[in-house]
T-cell receptor, first 113, second 111 residues
Framework: DAGITQSPRHKVTETGTPVTLRCHQT?????MYWYRQDPGHGLRLIHY???????DKGEVSDGYSVSRSKTEDFLLTLESATSSQTSVYFC????????????FGPGTRLTVL | QKEVEQDPGPLSVPEGAIVSLNCTYS??????FMWYRQYSRKGPELLMY????GNKEDGRFTAQVDKSSKYISLFIRDSQPSDSATYLC???????????FGPGTRLSVLP
């Protein structure tokens, strides 16, 4: 998975609790992305980062926030998890902007009860 | 209507068959096209990347883009059981714009 790790790999939590997912890369790529994948919807972009402290919203950003304090780490936070945020979350990286090849991490399976 | 559509499958074929996977889209501005393969419980991995119309071949895989019909295809020749996976198409309108992914087609190649 191109030097990308995600933690945790699985998490079960309750509605209303905060959750933070971590993506860590060893490739020194500038761009990092968070997607969610749901049956029938494919991959949908939540947020992406184009540098340390530089982030922007994607298609489905409501209810999510991100932070990137180091090149190698990109955090996704659900401030107050809801059942609709039950999904598989993928981190991706690329050297240049989105038209370049994106390499995906192994995914985090999140269940919100 | 979704911006990018794929037949969800599952598509089951015998080993050695030629497989055709397809996506249709509604945004005529799309000009960057990708195909990803995703094994169960893994992240997607890039298979093919094409710009604008035409064909591109890589080993057993051929990608075709028909912008006039808003239709892209991925052909797999001599399919193998190891090709069993979900195939996602993705496309973008312009440099700097994020890709839109199709929902994926699940393929099973039976030995």
């Amino acid at each position: 998975d191109a030097g990308i790790t995600q933690s945790p790999r699985h998490k079960v939590t309750e509605t209303g609790t905060p959750v933070t997912l971590r993506c860590h890369q060893t490739e020194n790529h500038r761009y990092m992305y968070w997607y969610r994948q749901d049956p029938g919807h494919g991959l949908r972009l939540i947020h992406y980062s184009y540098g340390v402290k530089d982030t922007d919203k994607g298609e489905v950003s409501d209810g999510y926030s991100v932070s990137r304090s180091k090149t190698e780490d990109f955090l996704l936070t659900l401030e107050s998890a809801t059942s609709s945020q039950t999904s598989v979350y993928f981190c991706a990286i690329s050297e240049s902007l989105v038209t370049d090849t994106q390499y995906f991490g192994p995914g985090t399976r999140l269940t919100v009860l | 209507q979704k911006e990018v559509e794929q037949d969800p499958g599952p598509l089951s074929v015998p080993e050695g068959a030629i497989v055709s996977l397809n996506c249709t889209y509604s945004n005529s501005a799309f000009q960057y096209f990708m195909w990803y393969r995703q094994y169960s419980r893994k992240g997607p991995e890039l298979l093919m990347y094409t710009y604008s119309s035409g064909n591109k071949e890589d080993g057993r895989f051929t990608a075709q883009v028909d912008k006039s019909s808003k239709y892209i295809s991925l052909f797999i020749r001599d399919s193998q059981p190891s090709d069993s996976a979900t195939y996602l198409c993705a496309m973008s309108a312009d440099y700097g714009q994020n890709f839109v992914f199709g929902p994926g087609t699940r393929l099973s190649v039976l030995p």
